[in-house]
């Protein structure tokens, strides 16, 4: 994808003053800061019918979701929920006058949830920004699903590897199918080569 001013990623800069505001529907527990930090605040909660313990408040631990993003664990009455930090963030600190329903990280790091690096957006704009159709291509072509294939010559000699059969394909111009057919055992060689799985 031919990257343009608008969708090119941006070198940004930190805020120097860290900001913090309450989280919506979590006021008298939660706050979020404008550099991505997320913590409890101090609090009393009752105990017994007529105790009140003071709980200290303290930055909460992120943790990485399995698609990259930063998320924290928020209680309330005895529930839990996940909330994506970019997502408190952006509801806290940037106005959304066009409703949109996404938030997108401009430098295309999922982790930095610096104000200054989020934007709303709408899914198609998400999903075509930066290098993400790229990057999906690639994932496509030599993802998980991929099995890594070596070659050899018609008399058992190692040539080299490829990371999947269709990298093979591109960059040799033999064909996938006839590859996969040999890697299985259907035909004995494809283009002159022997193929099997690494």
């Known amino acids: 994808m031919k990257t343009t001013e608008e969708t090119k990623p941006q070198i940004l800069t930190q805020p120097k003053e860290e900001i913090w505001k309450n989280i919506v529907g979590y006021e008298d527990s939660y706050q979020v800061s404008n550099l991505g930090r997320v913590r409890s605040i101090d609090r009393y909660v009752r105990t017994g019918e007529n105790h009140l313990r003071k709980i200290r408040g303290k930055i909460l631990k992120q943790q990485v979701s399995n698609k990259g993003y930063l998320f924290v664990t928020l209680s309330r009455e005895c529930e839990e929920s996940g909330m994506f930090v970019h997502v408190l963030v952006a509801k806290a600190f940037i106005d959304n006058p ?52 070596s070659r050899y010559s018609v008399d058992g000699k190692y040539i080299d590897s490829f990371p999947s059969m269709m990298e093979a394909q591109r960059q040799l111009g033999i064909s996938a199918a006839l590859i996969c057919h040999c890697c299985k055992g259907r035909i004995k060689a494809a283009n002159g080569y022997i193929w099997k799985y690494k």
């Open 98 to 149: 066009h409703f949109m329903p996404q938030v997108n990280h401009k430098d295309e790091n999922k982790r930095n949830n610096n104000v200054e690096n989020l934007e709303w957006c709408t899914s198609k704009y998400n999903n075509n920004y930066g290098t993400h159709n790229d990057r999906v291509r690639q994932k496509t072509i030599n993802g998980k699903q991929s099995k890594e294939i």
